[in-house]
């Protein structure tokens, strides 16, 4: 394990040590390329901006995954416990899947402005279907012997949903909580594309329109750390909820 991230670090700077030589030497335009020194001489000059416009986007992407949580975790049970909602809806959260969300985005636009409530439906519609399914799979995997000892014993559906489906369920959960921390700012983003007061995606729609892509490098350094960041969170979280499975 040591020497696999020995030589992961050995990737990163070797592609850095890369990137750099190949914008030194103007292999591709200057203006096209910044080299990794001039991106982070454009983030920490323009930081606050930058450090603004991040916590628009946290807000966005931490409202829009609360709310798919929410919703996910209801739909979840209602699946669980009525097998016809199952059936019924399912199949249309999957067929939802097949829209790219670029193409739902400036529709949200259109019918609820340039405010922060698009961006939140958009990340909500991200982060939706990834916790729906950690949990359904979850709630599915539950041992069915299990399930029968608590029964026979008058066990009633929500004592045998706390008390065996939610452990079961725990670790696929997380998977999905996973790829939602890190779709919600992605989504965020793509959603202040569009337009907006701020944010950055709005940041990078400026500066992208300005050439100045050295700032626009810098924030997708900053995107790219905060999934990072958020699902190095989230593995933390598991690790410490599951405890007991180590």
């Not at 335009?29 to 916590?55: H, N, Q, R, Y």
């Not at 779709?183 to 992208?208: H, K, N, Q």
Request: with cysteine; proline share 4%.
């Amino acid at each position: 394990m040591k020497k696999f991230k020995l030589w992961d670090k050995a990737v990163i700077v070797f592609i850095l040590i890369l990137w750099q030589v190949v914008g030194m030497l103007e292999i591709v335009p200057a203006f096209m390329l910044p080299t990794p020194i001039e991106v982070l001489v454009a983030l920490i000059g323009d930081w606050k901006l930058i450090g603004e416009s991040c916590l628009i986007t946290l807000y966005e992407a931490f409202t829009g995954m609360g709310a798919a949580l929410l919703v996910s975790l209801v739909l979840a049970i209602c699946m669980d416990r009525f097998k016809f909602v199952h059936e019924a809806l399912f199949p249309i959260c999957v067929v939802s899947q097949t829209i790219p969300t670029i193409a739902i985005a400036p529709l949200l636009v259109l019918w609820f402005g340039f405010g922060v409530t698009p961006k939140v439906l958009l990340v909500f519609l991200t982060c939706f279907f990834p916790l729906l399914v950690g949990l359904v799979s979850g709630f599915d995997s539950a041992d069915k012997n299990v399930l029968r000892l608590y029964r026979s014993m008058g066990g009633g559906y929500f004592k045998t949903l706390f008390d065996v489906k939610f452990p079961y369920a725990m670790e696929s959960f997380f998977a999905g909580l996973k790829v939602s921390a890190s779709y919600s700012i992605v989504g965020a983003v793509i959603a202040e594309w569009l337009g907006g007061d701020g944010g950055l995606g709005v940041y990078m729609t400026r500066v992208r329109k300005s050439f100045q892509f050295d700032k626009m490098f810098a924030v997708i350094i900053v995107v790219s750390a905060l999934s990072l960041l958020l699902m190095k969170f989230v593995e933390k979280l598991q690790n410490r909820v599951l405890k007991w499975k180590q």
